[in-house]
């Protein structure tokens, strides 16, 4: 069946045995991942996870129903994770699906599969399966999943903590949802004892630090500074941002960027934009916010987040350029900024 979001929520957070297969698909990876994770967290800290590549069940189509009807050797739970699932894993997950008997759930991570797509027509008929596609949210929806990943830990978030923490995520689901696990401990937060988010809580556990750590890649962006960029672009591709994920993490700062600055176009001084849009910005970040502000015109950032806003969806063609084109971007903005300095 075709699960909309709280549905697949809860049937991974409370795993049914019968349902034998779940396909988490779409553009956005890292939310099918988190979704992934909530099986592993209902399943035990002492399940064995068992992970398998496509090309291993294309190669053998017996082995994901053999896997799924194997005991682990510790005699407790275990759960299979099969990454880049596509149509080519089709024949193993029917046999998976009538098989007279299975066990161990098997999560599938697609990419962006057509809704068309053979795997996809199969979850969606078939009892013993689910599928669920996820799709990349603008900004006003990341906020309002923050405030949803929070009532799952517990926590009531308002709107300007949830902007505030979906800031210092980049956008990235995964990320937001780590943060908001590490504030819910801290906070002693649970469904059965809910606790409201504050930004004091987010001062004390260093909520902030992904903001923090991104600040080196937007301000050599924003700053026109090259070296740094390359330096940043570099190393945040090898913790796994890259192409979309550089696109979250800059098109946040873009978006507050052009809120202050046309706050100045109305007549206040920069100061007083950067003030007006509150614990939205990080603090550390707010003075050079501002120096930005008064360097890039309302028209030159309009620019700016439609060119690499388009970048981002050309990177998610079939046949498009690849993360590359962002990074191009990236540096065309970077030395547009440079001049300006």
Request: with cysteine.
């Amino acid at each position: 069946m075709a699960a909309k979001d709280a549905t697949i929520r809860a049937a991974l957070d409370k795993v049914d045995p019968s349902i034998r297969c779940y396909l988490l698909y779409g553009p956005d990876e890292s939310a099918s991942r988190a979704l992934a994770r909530r099986l592993a967290t209902a399943m035990g800290p002492e399940a064995e996870r068992i992970d398998l590549e496509q090309g291993q069940i294309i190669s053998d189509p017996a082995l994901l129903t053999d896997e799924a009807a194997s005991i682990s050797m510790f005699g407790g739970p275990r759960h299979i994770r099969v990454e880049g699932a596509t149509d080519s894993c089709l024949a193993a997950v029917e046999a998976l699906l009538e098989a007279p008997a299975a066990g161990n759930p098997v999560v599938l991570i697609g990419g962006a599969l057509r809704k068309d797509a053979k795997l996809v027509k199969l979850m969606s008929s078939h009892p013993a399966a689910m599928q669920h596609v996820s799709y990349l949210p603008d900004a006003g929806d990341i906020d309002q999943v923050a405030m949803e990943l929070g009532r799952d830990q517990g926590l009531r978030i308002g709107r300007d903590v949830a902007r505030r923490l979906s800031a210092s995520a980049g956008g990235d689901r995964a990320v937001l949802a780590s943060e908001i696990e590490k504030l819910a401990l801290y906070a002693d937060a649970s469904p059965e004892r809910p606790k409201d988010a504050e930004h004091a809580m987010l001062d004390a556990v260093g909520a902030d630090m992904g903001e923090a750590d991104l600040s080196r890649f937007t301000d050599a962006v924003l700053g026109g500074d090259e070296s740094v960029l390359d330096v940043e672009v570099t190393r945040l591709v090898q913790e796994g941002r890259e192409g979309v994920g550089l696109v979250r993490a800059l098109l946040p700062q873009l978006v507050q960027l052009a809120a202050i600055r046309m706050e100045i176009d109305r007549g206040a001084s920069p100061s007083q934009a950067v003030d007006k849009a509150g614990r939205a910005i990080f603090w550390k970040q707010k003075d050079k916010m501002a120096g930005y502000a008064m360097r890039w015109s309302s028209a030159r950032i309009a620019r700016a987040i439609e060119r690499i806003s388009e970048a981002g969806r050309e990177i998610m063609r079939a046949a498009g350029p690849g993360p590359i084109a962002v990074e191009s971007e990236l540096f065309i903005i970077a030395r547009q900024a440079g001049r300006r300095r």
